[in-house]
C-alpha cells in the first residue's frame, strides 16, 4: 500500500476534470431551465464534446505526471473542509494514484467517443422540448459525477459521485420519458441501486464507527488503510434480530460495500435493473454498460483491496456472487434476440469475471478486464446501435440477416468486438479474461477454487457461442427482411462510425497494457505485464503472483482458448451450417428454452414477491389508512370537523348580541382575574 504520509504531492489540477464536464452541464441547464434559450446544435456540441475532450486531455497529462523512474506517486487536491467537528474533518479532495489514473483515463476516453458518437446517433430527434441539447446535458452531468465517484479521495466524496451516476442514469434511462416503459424503465434501475446504496451506507456508518471506537475517525482512504489494522480483526455482535451471532467486523463492512456493488455493477439478486435500461438511447446503453456506472462496485472493491484482503469471508462471497452471475447471465443471453438485451446480459456476465477476480485477490485482473471491457463492449453497444440506425430502429434478430452485404463496415468492426469479448488471441479480452481464469485457478485460499475456475471457463464457452450466435444471425445468412426493406439498409453517417474505428483499434492492442509475463520471456521483455506493475502499489498484495509455473499457465491458456474455440464452433455450425438445428433442440427442449428465454421468470418472481405486497401495503395500508384515512381523515379533517361542530353547538350560543351581556361578561371576567391574582 502508498504509505499515507510519503509520495504525496499537492495540486490543483485534478479538479479541472470533473469540473469541467460540470461546467458544461451547469450551462446548459441554465440556459434550458432559466434562460430558455437553447443553444445551436453547433454550439451543444461545442460545448459538451470539447469539456469532455479537455478532462481527457487533462488526465492525460495528470497520468503522465504518475510515471517515473521511481514508480507510481500519489496527487491530491484539496479543494476545502467540507466537514469538521471535533478531531473528525471529511475534505472535498480528490486523490489520483494508479487506480484512480486508468479509470479517469477510460471514463473520459470512452466517453469522450460516445459523445462525439451521439451527435450523429441524436441527429434526428428534433423533439419540441430541446431534446438534444437536453440529452447532452445529462450525458455531461454523467460524465462529472463518475470522475467523482472515481477521484475522490475518501467515501463521502465517492458516495457523492455514487449517487450521482444513479440520479443521471435514471435521467437517461428514461430520456424519452413520453414512453411509459422508459419512465418505468428508469425508475426501476434508481429504485433497485437504492437497495444496494443502502448497504453501501450502512458500510460507511460501520466502519467509522469502528475507526473513531480506536481514536482514528476519518473517511479518508490513505488513512484507513493506515488504521485498518486496529480494527482488522475485532468481532462484533450483531443485534439480536438479525440472530446475534458474532461476526468478525472486516466481514462485515465488506459486504455492506459488496451489496452496494451488486447494485451498482448488477450483480445476484440486484442485476434486475440493466437489461431494462437497454430502454434508453443507445449512447447511453454503452456509457452506462460499458466505462462507467456499471464499473464503479469493481472499482469501490479494489479501492478497498486491503479491507477485502483481511476479510477472507467476504471475498469468498465476492467471488462466488461473481462466478454465479457470470454464469447465470450467459445462459440467458444465448436465448435472447434483442441485439441489445444480448449485450447487457453479456455485461451481466462480464461484470461477474470482474468480481471473481477482485474475490480471489486478483485486483490487478479485474482492473484489467475492466478496462479492455470497456473498450469491447463500448464497441458493441455502438456497433449495435450502428445496426440499429441502418434497419431504422428495428433491434430484434429475428428481422435481421445477411446484412454484411449492406453494411459492411459496420461488419467488420462488430466483428472486432465479438473476437475481443469471446477471448480469442491476440485481441484485448484473451489477456484480461486468460488472468482471470488463472486467478480463480491459483486461488487455493477461497473455498471451492477449482469449482469457480470450472464455471469461469463454461462461461467462456458460452460468451463466445451467444456472441458468434448474435454476429451470425445479424450479418450472414439469409437476410430475414424483405427485398425493399434492404435496400434501404444502409450505413450509418461518418460521425457514428469513426468511434467505431477508434474503438476496434483499442480491442485489438489494449490487452498488451498487461501482456502476461509468460508471453513476455519468450519475447525477451522483462516485466512486460506493465500495468500490473504500475498497479501493485496501492493493491493489497502488491504484484499478485499466482504461484503457478509457466508451463501450467500456458496449459490454462490453451484451455481458455479452446473454450472460446469451442463457442465459435458450435455457433458456426448452428447458425451457418445448420441454421435449422437450432429450432429443432428449441421443440425438444421447449421448457428448458422458455425458462432460459423468460430470463428464468427472475422478474415475475421479484414482482409476486416485493413489488405487488409493497404495491398494496402503499396503497391499502399507508396511503388509504394512514394517509387518507388517518392523518388527512382523522388528524387534519377530523380537528377541522370538531372545531365545526364546537362552534356550531356551543360558541355560537355565546355570541348573543346582546352589548349589556357582553359588558357583564368582560366585568365579571375582570373580577375573576383579580381574585385570583390578590388570592
Known amino acids: 500500500m502508498v504509505d499515507a504520509a510519503a509520495g504525496v504531492t499537492e495540486t490543483s489540477l485534478l479538479r479541472w476534470i470533473p469540473f469541467l464536464p460540470l461546467g ?102 428534433h423533439r419540441d422540448d430541446t431534446g438534444f441539447q437536453r440529452f447532452f446535458c445529462y450525458l455531461n452531468l454523467f460524465t462529472f459525477s463518475m470522475l467523482m465517484l ?53 458500510g460507511i456508518f460501520v466502519l467509522f464507527w469502528a475507526l473513531a471506537d480506536v481514536g482514528k475517525p476519518t473517511v479518508a482512504f490513505r488513512e484507513i488503510a493506515a488504521a485498518f489494522p486496529q480494527i482488522a480483526d475485532r468481532m462484533v455482535t450483531l443485534p439480536a434480530w438479525l440472530g446475534g451471532a458474532e461476526w468478525k467486523l472486516a466481514t462485515l463492512v465488506g459486504l455492506c460495500f459488496f451489496l452496494g456493488a451488486c447494485g451498482k455493477s448488477a450483480q445476484i439478486p440486484l442485476y434486475v435493473w440493466l437489461p431494462d435500461a437497454m430502454a434508453g438511447p443507445t449512447p447511453v446503453s454503452a456509457l452506462i454498460h460499458a466505462a462507467t456506472m456499471v464499473t464503479a462496485g469493481v472499482y469501490m472493491v479494489c479501492r478497498l483491496s486491503f479491507l477485502y484482503a483481511a476479510a477472507p469471508g467476504a471475498s469468498a462471497v465476492i467471488a462466488w456472487t461473481g462466478a454465479i452471475t457470470a454464469l ?158 434492404f435496400r434501404r439498409v444502409h450505413e450509418p453517417s461518418e460521425t457514428v462510425r469513426y468511434p467505431l ?88 427442449f421447449h421448457a428448458f428454452w422458455l425458462l432460459l428465454h423468460e430470463k428464468y421468470f427472475v422478474d415475475e418472481i421479484y414482482d409476486a414477491l416485493f413489488v405487488r405486497p409493497t404495491v398494496w401495503i402503499s396503497d391499502r395500508v399507508l396511503f388509504r389508512s394512514i394517509d387518507a384515512g388517518l392523518i388527512d381523515g382523522v388528524a387534519v379533517n377530523g380537528t377541522a370537523r370538531g372545531v365545526q361542530a364546537l362552534a356550531a353547538r356551543g360558541l355560537k350560543y355565546v355570541h348573543s348580541g346582546l352589548t349589556q351581556s357582553y359588558l357583564f361578561l368582560m366585568i365579571l371576567g375582570t373580577v375573576a382575574i383579580v381574585g385570583w391574582l390578590l388570592r
Open 328 to 485: 447465470f447471465a450467459a445462459t440467458i443471453a444465448i436465448t435472447q434476440t434483442d441485439i441489445k438485451k444480448i449485450l447487457a446480459y453479456s455485461t451481466v456476465s462480464q461484470l461477474g469475471y470482474m468480481f471473481l477476480a477482485a474475490g480471489c485477490g486478483g485486483y490487478a485482473a479485474a482492473l484489467f478486464h475492466l478496462a479492455t471491457h470497456a473498450f469491447f463492449k463500448a464497441l458493441l453497444f455502438l456497433g449495435a446501435g450502428a445496426v440499429i440506425l441502418a434497419m431504422h430502429h428495428e433491434q430484434d434478430t429475428d428481422k435481421m440477416g445477411g446484412l454484411a452485404r449492406a453494411i459492411p463496415r459496420t461488419r467488420w468492426v462488430f466483428l472486432v468486438g465479438v473476437i475481443a469479448i469471446s477471448g480469442l488471441p491476440p485481441f484485448a479480452g484473451f489477456f484480461s479474461k486468460d488472468e482471470i481464469l488463472l486467478t480463480a485457478f491459483a486461488a487455493h485460499s477461497v473455498p471451492g477454487n477449482t469449482w469457480l475456475y470450472g464455471i469461469g471457463v463454461v462461461t467462456a464457452v458460452l460468451t463466445s457461442l451467444y456472441m458468434f450466435r448474435l454476429y451470425f444471425r445479424t450479418f450472414h445468412g439469409a437476410t430475414r427482411l424483405s427485398p425493399e426493406n
Open 24 to 125: 458544461a452541464a451547469a450551462i446548459h441547464g441554465v440556459l434550458l431551465g432559466l434562460v430558455r434559450r437553447p443553444l445551436s446544435r453547433r454550439g451543444t456540441i461545442f460545448l459538451s464534446c470539447g469539456a469532455v475532450l479537455a478532462s481527457f486531455l487533462i488526465s492525460l497529462f495528470a497520468f503522465a505526471e504518475l510515471l517515473g523512474p521511481e514508480g507510481p506517486r500519489v496527487r491530491v487536491d484539496n479543494l476545502y473542509t467540507w466537514i469538521g467537528a471535533g478531531n473528525f474533518s471529511a475534505e472535498a479532495s480528490f486523490l489520483l494514484d494508479p487506480i484512480s489514473a486508468v479509470m479517469i483515463l477510460v471514463v473520459t476516453f470512452v466517453g469522450f467517443l460516445i459523445h462525439v458518437y451521439s451527435i450523429g446517433y441524436m441527429d434526428d430527434d
Open 501 to 588: 474505428y477508434v474503438l476496434a483499434v483499442f480491442s485489438l492492442f489494449a490487452g498488451f497494457a498487461g501482456f502476461p509475463q509468460v508471453y513476455g520471456d519468450w519475447l525477451g521483455i522483462p516485466d512486460s505485464n506493465s500495468l500490473a506493475h504500475f498497479l501493485a502499489p496501492v493493491l493489497a498484495g502488491g504484484l499478485h503472483d499466482p504461484g503457478v509455473s509457466h508451463g501450467e499457465e500456458l496449459r490454462l491458456a490453451l484451455l481458455a482458448l479452446g473454450a472460446a474455440t469451442a463457442g465459435l464452433v458450435v455457433a458456426w455450425w448452428f447458425y451457418l451450417r445448420s441454421p435449422d438445428l437450432p429450432g429443432r433442440i428449441m421443440q425438444s
Open 150 to 202: 472515481v477521484l475522490g479521495d475518501n467515501l463521502l466524496v465517492m458516495f457523492l459521485g455514487w449517487e450521482g451516476v444513479g440520479l443521471c442514469s435514471y435521467l437517461l434511462i428514461g430520456f424519452w420519458y413520453s414512453d411509459r416503459w422508459n419512465a418505468y424503465c428508469g425508475m426501476k434501475a434508481f429504485v433497485v441501486n437504492r437497495i444496494g446504496d443502502f448497504g453501501f451506507l450502512v
